[in-house]
């Protein structure tokens, strides 16, 4: 016999461990963009009428954000632009790049694609083998993740955006609050703030009190398309290993992550966010150093920072 949602008669799709709840189609997916509403409305992350970009990479995070932002934003008299960034990963990006585009124009959203060769003049793969032939220790990932928050600051200050909204999930941030423990950087807990001012641009994460795995069944309940390629460079550095902890402790303790994401918060309140107080000597942007976080990793890479417009 099938089990009825909690909430209407409808037969459910959808259990939610930490609450309980069986939950239909209808009923999932609305709860689903009840919560990521209001998770904007506790943060004050949007305005009606901002003009809001949506970083795009094609996988079922951001795909799902961009679908439900494009219907709130029709509400609220906001424009929305989806910003695809070409890392350049021989066997993956292009695909992703073709799917966030063909995705972004069935919803009729402006699509504005860029790359890493285009901005800092190598692909991630080029940028891999110089850090390989230096023996830096530097994981794919915080290579990519510091060049692509610069790519798009960069974009969003050029299209004039008033927000900069990414689809980093509760799951995203609780890995990164674990990694930042063990790393001793407590300091870079400012920077899991779902909201963070201070750069001229709102950075905002809409997704943050959403688990991974509802962001996954909202994607195929919703039949938005899902990129099933997995990046040659995901299981570098230690996040693959945390990811796989926090799932099994999520697995016997329904509710850990969140619980999780709280305290992080709560240890984030007390640090306060960093303000531009000069311009990058390289770049030009904005920065709270001399030089910013992304022109030191090309520096240490060997690469000789372009400068920038914005």
């Not at 609305?30 to 809001?52: A, C, N, P, Q």
Request: glycine content about 8%; aromatic content about 10%.
């Amino acid at each position: 016999m099938s089990v009825k949602c909690s909430f209407c008669n409808r037969e459910a799709v959808y259990f939610r461990p930490y609450s309980g709840e069986y939950l239909c189609r209808r009923c999932f997916s609305r709860s689903v963009v009840e919560k990521v509403k209001r998770t904007i409305s506790k943060y004050e992350m949007l305005e009606h009428g901002d003009r809001i970009g949506v970083g795009v990479s094609g996988g079922k995070d951001s795909l799902s954000l961009l679908y439900i932002l494009n219907g709130l934003a029709k509400r609220h008299g906001s424009g929305l632009i989806s910003i695809t960034i070409d890392e350049g990963i021989r066997g993956y990006s292009w695909d992703a790049m073709k799917l966030a585009k063909e995705f972004s124009e069935g919803l009729g959203v402006e699509h504005y694609p860029t790359s890493f060769k285009e901005i800092y003049g190598y692909t991630l793969d080029e940028l891999i083998k110089l850090r390989d032939e230096k023996g830096m220790r530097a994981s794919a990932c915080s290579i990519c993740g510091t060049l692509r928050r610069k790519a798009l600051d960069l974009i969003a200050r050029k299209l004039k955006l008033d927000a900069l909204a990414t689809a980093h999930n509760l799951d995203d941030m609780v890995q990164t609050f674990l990694i930042n423990l063990m790393n001793g950087d407590l300091e870079k807990l400012k920077w899991l703030k779902p909201k963070i001012e201070g750069f001229g641009i709102k950075r905002v994460k809409p997704f943050s009190e959403l688990y991974e795995r509802e962001i996954l069944a909202f994607s195929y309940l919703n039949e938005i398309p899902i990129f099933d390629k997995v990046c040659p460079y995901a299981r570098e550095g230690i996040r693959w290993e945390v990811r796989r902890m926090l799932d099994r402790l999520e697995f016997g303790h329904p509710g850990v992550k969140y619980t999780m994401l709280r305290s992080a918060l709560k240890l984030g309140e007390g640090i306060e966010e960093e303000r531009p107080t000069h311009s990058c000597i390289y770049c030009g942007m904005p920065s709270s150093s001399r030089i910013c976080n992304a022109c030191k990793m090309l520096l240490s890479l060997g690469v000789e920072p372009r400068p920038q417009e914005g």
